[in-house]
């Protein structure tokens, strides 16, 4: 549809109004599909379609159509306007069974006549036959149609009718002094078309009949059924194509919006000026939300609550402070601590978190596919209502002032894909690097010093032992080492011992602090990659919406502007 | 039908019939409703206007109603029958807005407003009021024939259509008016077939014409007419000629038509059999008419009780919803768990079982710190978890009511008339959820209480404290699976089994179950309740538009009594 209003575009050569207008229908109409009335997006196809093959064709032409009830004298009027007896005319009722068309021009009409679905033996050309006068110079340009009746018992006559009513640049309504105030024609052409007052004309034919002097008293009459069809500024002309009134007047107005060529674009204008307010209706004009700004706060908190991480946060706390204390523990009684099992491990987070490390992509989503699930409980229902409640309040929250078709595609949107969010999170906490893979440097350098402390309690141990072994022996004490008067085997294993309880001490305070961060660093990372997630389950879908919604609020805006 | 033969019987059951359609309303939205309703009130008018009324006074004069298109000459056409201007004429359409009944003086008394067409005020002067009737009673016209110059049925004006569908339908004979220009034209032929199919009696008149095309449209006119079953009916042909200063047509003109008249006036056994087929054909009519309304009527019970099922079903839905996640333990975990696994952890529970200094320190520790007793904190989540739950499952529950809703037109409609967005929770529900909550919490207390006022428990009610033993009875609740409390109640029921010990060493084995169960019903209904209070919106929509259960049936059954005494009065076909 856009390559044919790129097309447009090409061959209008410069801006055209119109199919500016067209351009935004048509793009407003592709936003609503499926999401506003479906009889109304497919009026708005339709139209945009009629309009593209329309604008394409001839534009030297306009099609004026006689269109009324039968009786009304179309039929006479056509024959008057040609000035050759082509269309039967007769007393029996109806009397047009097919549309008649009748093409003034230098140009042939043929296509355009394809177009509205004339066949062949239909179609006349004026130019071609006998006894052309100079006042059908003036109507070059002209293709009139003589269109069946809409009042008949012959139903195929009133879809001819609608058919080609909707396919016309100008519609001539012949009424006639009997049949003027017929609800057929008020209630199912008149009032409907009353948006389209500037391509309409009124005939009230067959004024031979009323005594002369009520003739201005029917036209004032009919003026004020016309004014209450909302069609005030209608021309409207008194004929008898019996008697020759009017008739001049009435070809000179046909004349004059023959020249003037922009009736075929004046038509598409109403229409689609018709199409456009009746989506607008529906559309209302509430300024579009970002979406991601309104989603965050309650609904991040409750997706982090249902995705565990307030346990994978305390998993990681108390598991890095174990394997802290592990690594700078005191050598003798840290091997106690093995046979604690590691929280982390527990959760199935561990293995993922080394793995992670090695893959080049830390985003959740991307290695959601290598990702084993956790072993993070399933979120409870309690969990799941209050995220479905988070997203219905953003939702809420984003559609204020919105009419009901708009508000309910994006609250359906919304809750679309939070079937399978809750594995989505899951897969976004099992693929975060959650930064406890790496053990922190100190660690290492507290272990040596704890393994050198160790070293020293150790040698005292054995320096004394040795000591004690010669005394046993009754072997000559050897040299004693002494420092400021006190035995240095003594002093290593005091101070190996003393030296490993205190750094054991210090570090398990210092472990303390830094499991702390690393559980908050974890936190923040987890909240990040459940954000992501967010924004992909919950927000993407409504923006999607909302996105139709700007583009389907701007297509309006151009096809409506002044 | 003779004079004597007003069958009481056929009178009672049409009255019947009338009083039971004037009653079925067809309030929803659905494909056969709007025609199901105009039928109903074209019955109920037909019923009241004419053939009861008929049926009474079999004898009243032959009521002929002149009908047709606007312009087509219907009050020309009455003038120059009379032979006096008592219609006005003119070349606006629609001219005549009142209609104008013309009558013998002698036959007045049969057209009073009890008599005929009772809705319609009598007035002697002309009137553009749609609402009146105007009576001219006039010499020219024998005794035994009235001639009623009804509106257009095909102009703009919107109640002429209305009137004279109404008063068509009050006539004995129709003179139906059309001209040449008119006589293909789709809406009088609507009249003309529905006449037909009825039996009315007919005479058409072709007004208006011109006298070189009055053979060609004449005939092509009588073929139609034979065409859709009205080759019986007699058909006039008047020229279209120049009126005199009274616009009346000359008297030629009009001739075979008043002739025709002043034959049927004259002949009462050829009056009676006109009145005698239309009338029968009206009665008849009525059963195929009842029907079509019955059948209507019963697709809006249908439309109606599924309408209410599917807001019941989706709250009954929201409402297994919230049980089962009260009773599976998913309640336990999380934030409950946690604060519950604090309190047991914290000891506060288990401590008093060792010493009193403990409790009595840490709530001075607690107190201290400005925190919450922990017993408290476990309050408050098992208050936030069921406050979410109920509500998250009203939101869905109505969201899944106003979806059934929507896929028929008539609860399409009623939701967008409906005051406010009743497809989304009340405004006020959380609030009320949490009250209930709140109150289900306080009975639980109560409860505990109650229980413990026993003097055998009292002294180790107070061991622990109403709101410790209030707190372990919630979790046990939670974590019991379709009312059997144990050992097997998967995860959750790991952490309430230290409750459930507890419960059990103060108040005993059956004792806790019982409580248990009485508690869980307490929730059960206040939910239920809460949910009730939602569904009603729904209800309260659909309860301003009744049909009442079977009025279909009685329709039907109605309509069968007029049949049976039909025939028992009419024994000739």
Known sequence: ?562 | MSTAAVAPDLVSALVRLRATLADCDLPFEAADAPAARIERGNLVKQLDDYIIPRLQQIDAPLLAVVGGSTGAGKSTLVNSIVGAPVSATGVLRPTTRSPVLVHNPADAHWFGSDRLLPDLERTDRATGDQGALQLVGTDQLPPGLAVLDAPDIDSVEQRNRRLATQLLAAADLWLFVTSAARYADQVPWGFLRAAAERSTQVAVVLDRTAPGSVREVGSDLARMMTERGLGDSPLFTVLESPVDEAGLLPAPAVAPIRRWLDSLAADESARGEVVRKTLSGAVASLGARTRLVATALASQEQIAARLRADALRAYADGLAGVDEATQDGSLLRGEVLARWQEFVGTGELLRTLEDRVGRLRDRLFNAARGRPQPAQEVTVAVETGLETLIVEHAESAAERAALAWRTLPAGAALLNAAPGDIGRASRDLRAVAERSVRDWQGAVLDLVRTEGSDRRTTARVLAYGVNGLGVALMVVIFAQTAGVTGAEVGVAGGTAVVGQKVLEAVFGDQAVRELAEQSQRDLHLRVEQLFQQECQRFQDVLDQHTVSAGAAEQLLEAVRNVETARWTSEPSP
Not at chain 1, 15 to 40: F, H, I, K, T
Not at chain 1, 276 to 286: F, N, P, S, V, W
Not at chain 1, 368 to 395: G, N
Not at chain 1, 508 to 521: E, K, L, N
Request: aromatic residues 4%; charged residues 25%; glycine residues 8%.
């Open chain 1, 1 to 562: 549809m856009s390559a044919m209003i790129e097309n447009l575009r090409r061959m209008s050569g410069r801006s055209s109004d119109l199919v500016e207008r067209l351009a935004g229908l048509d793009s407003a109409v592709q936003a609503a599909d499926g999401r506003l009335d479906p009889e109304l997006v497919a009026q708005g196809k339709a139209l945009v379609a009629r309009a593209g093959s329309r604008l394409k064709l001839s534009g030297d032409h306009t099609v004026v159509a006689l269109a009324g009830a039968t009786g009304s004298g179309k039929s006479s009027l056509f024959n008057a306007l040609t000035g050759v007896d082509v269309a039967s005319v007769g007393v029996r009722r109806p009397t047009t069974a097919e549309a008649l068309a009748c093409s003034w021009g230098p140009d042939e009409a043929g296509e355009l006549l394809d177009w509205l679905g004339i066949p062949q033996r239909n179609q006349i050309d004026r130019t071609k036959l006998a006894g052309s006068s100079p006042a059908d110079q003036g109507l070059s340009g002209l293709v009139l149609l003589d269109l069946p009746d809409h009042d008949s018992v012959e139903v195929s006559h009133h879809i001819e009718v609608e058919r080609l009513v909707q396919l016309a640049d100008v519609l001539v309504w012949v009424l006639d002094p009997q049949k003027y105030a017929d609800a057929a024609i008020h209630d199912r052409f008149l009032r409907p078309l009353s948006t389209h007052a500037d391509i309409m004309l009124v005939v009230l034919n067959h004024v031979d009949e009323l005594a002369a002097d009520r003739v201005d008293a029917c036209l004032s009459d009919l003026r004020r059924l016309l004014t209450l069809d909302g069609l005030d500024d209608v021309p409207i002309l008194a004929t008898s194509a019996a008697r020759g009134d009017g008739l001049a007047q009435l070809r000179a107005a046909i004349a004059d919006r023959v020249a003037q060529k922009r009736y075929a674009r004046e038509r598409l204008a109403a229409d689609v000026r018709v199409t456009a307010g009746r989506l607008a209706e529906q559309t209302g004009d509430a300024a579009p939300r970002d979406i991601g700004a309104a989603a965050g706060g309650e609904l991040l908190d409750a997706c982090a609550d249902a995705a565990g991480v307030p346990v994978v946060v305390r998993a990681i706390e108390s598991a890095t402070t174990q394997r802290a204390q592990q690594a700078t523990g005191w050598p003798v009684t840290k091997w106690l601590s093995r046979f604690r099992s590691d929280p982390l491990r527990r959760l199935h987070l561990d293995t993922v978190t080394r793995r992670s490390l090695t893959g080049s992509s830390d985003s959740a989503v991307d290695s959601a596919s290598r990702i084993s699930r956790t072993s993070i409980p399933q979120p409870t229902s309690v969990q799941r209502a209050r995220v479905e409640s988070a997203v219905r309040a953003v939702a809420d929250n984003a559609t204020v002032g919105m009419t009901r078709p708009w508000a309910t595609a994006v609250r359906t949107a919304s809750t679309s894909r939070l079937g399978d969010f809750s594995d989505a999170l899951d897969s976004a906490v099992a693929g975060t690097d959650l930064g406890v893979a790496k053990d922190p440097a100190w660690w290492r350098a507290v272990r040596g010093v704890q393994w050198a402390l160790f070293v020293v309690a150790l040698v005292g141990v054995l320096w004394l032992a040795a000591l004690a072994f010669f005394a046993y022996l009754r072997l000559p004490d050897p040299r004693s080492l002494d420092w400021h008067g006190l035995p240095v085997p003594t002093l290593l294993l005091i101070a190996g011992v003393i030296g490993g309880l205190l750094v054991a001490a210090v570090s398990r305070v210092a472990a303390g602090a830094s499991a702390r961060r690393r559980a908050q660093r974890a936190g923040q990372r987890l909240r990040a990659a459940i954000q992501r997630v967010c924004a992909d389950f919950v927000v993407a879908p409504m923006q999607r919406e909302m996105d139709a919604y700007a583009r389907c609020r701007g297509g309006l805006t151009a096809a409506l502007r002044r």
